[in-house]
């Protein structure tokens, strides 16, 4: 009977250990994968302070494991962040059914209790994470648009791709919570569309270039120049892998060691002195100076055009100044 059973124990784990390879099949490739976790935490919440040393400890971009943190409203109101975004955080903090802090998520799938054995735990779930990816997604910056092109080996179908805007390292002059905290990392600020994020699905071997228009703030919890750029898409559930963060990317340095990258707002101010509106009789002619600045260190697009208000120089003002789209360079680079 003993024999039995010992052989019944070793065959379901032979079939263990061939589902788990069939699935981890289905998710890799030729593709490093970037590892990610998600923490819900909260300055109303103090058991959360003692879990940030432990988390900033195993995150490091160099190797390929990085993290967003969403603050929610547990156990209370109060976190500066979530008073001024709180449906994004609520998406999330929905998607996976959380109702603690703080709470981590490796991988969309494996939940760690941060706070018991937290370190140990944490590395364990980091090891499970496979290690590569048939994804592959580069982030990059043009003009006042992020673009994240994402190559498919295999074909992808119920996925979502998931955009936020995340400030690396954040130091409040204040205490702005109850649990002493003033020292944040890896903050969400906000994200495209919204939490929910964007249903994604790409053909086998395809190579496609989404674009975002993110902007950012200028109240106390965007620290200036201190934003990147994480993207990660994400299986849905229903799915044999359901939750499972396929692949992560972020926008990082060319440089080795990799490290950050920080996209640069861009601004392009206008300055039309006197009034805006000008009367043009017939036969006249009138000069009127526009100057535009850009101050950032990419070049911006533009499209000049005159609206014509009264009927009678409507045949004429299109063939005097058509639309005109210039590209105006940029005159100096700065960080917002």
């Not at 981890?24 to 940030?52: H, I, M, N, W």
């Not at 982030?139 to 791709?161: E, F, P, Y």
């Not at 526009?290 to 911006?300: H, M, R």
């Amino acid at each position: 009977m003993m024999k039995r059973s010992l052989i019944s124990t070793l065959l379901l784990c032979a079939i263990s250990l061939v589902l788990a390879s069939s699935m981890d099949a289905q998710t890799t490739g030729a593709y490093t994968r970037l590892k990610f976790v998600e923490e819900f935490t909260s300055t109303t919440c103090g058991p959360c302070a003692g879990a940030a040393p432990i988390l900033n400890a195993a995150i490091s971009v160099e190797k390929g494991v990085i993290s967003v943190r969403y603050h929610v409203p547990i156990p209370v109101a109060g976190d500066p962040w979530n008073a001024e975004n709180p449906q994004d955080g609520e998406d999330r903090r929905a998607f996976y059914g959380v109702n603690s802090a703080p709470f981590v998520i490796v991988g969309g799938t494996a939940g760690v209790n941060i706070l018991s054995n937290g370190a140990a735990e944490l590395q364990n779930a980091l090891s499970a994470v496979p290690p590569t990816s048939f994804i592959k997604i580069d982030v990059t910056q043009s003009g006042s648009k992020i673009l994240v092109k994402v190559k498919t080996d295999r074909a992808l179908n119920n996925a979502t791709m998931h955009f936020a805007l995340v400030s690396r390292h954040v130091i409040w002059p204040t205490v702005p919570g109850t649990n002493g905290e003033k020292e944040f990392y890896d903050v969400m600020n906000k994200m495209y569309p919204s939490g929910k994020g964007t249903p994604f699905s790409q053909a086998a071997m395809e190579e496609r270039t989404y674009e975002f228009s993110p902007s950012i703030g200028v109240t106390d919890t965007w620290t200036k120049g201190a934003q990147y750029v994480a993207v990660w898409i994400q299986s849905d559930p229903g799915q044999p892998n359901q939750g499972e963060v396929l692949q992560a990317g972020l926008s990082k340095t060319s440089t080795v060691p990799v490290d950050y990258s920080y996209p640069k707002a861009t601004a392009l101010s206008l300055s039309i002195p006197g009034s805006k509106y000008l009367r043009v009789d017939r036969s006249a002619e009138i000069n009127k100076s526009i100057t535009l600045t850009n101050p950032t260190s990419a070049p911006i697009v533009v499209n000049l055009s005159i609206r014509v208000l009264t009927s009678s120089v409507k045949q004429v003002l299109p063939q005097l100044l058509p639309q005109h789209r210039s590209q105006f360079p940029p005159t100096e680079a700065v960080r917002r």
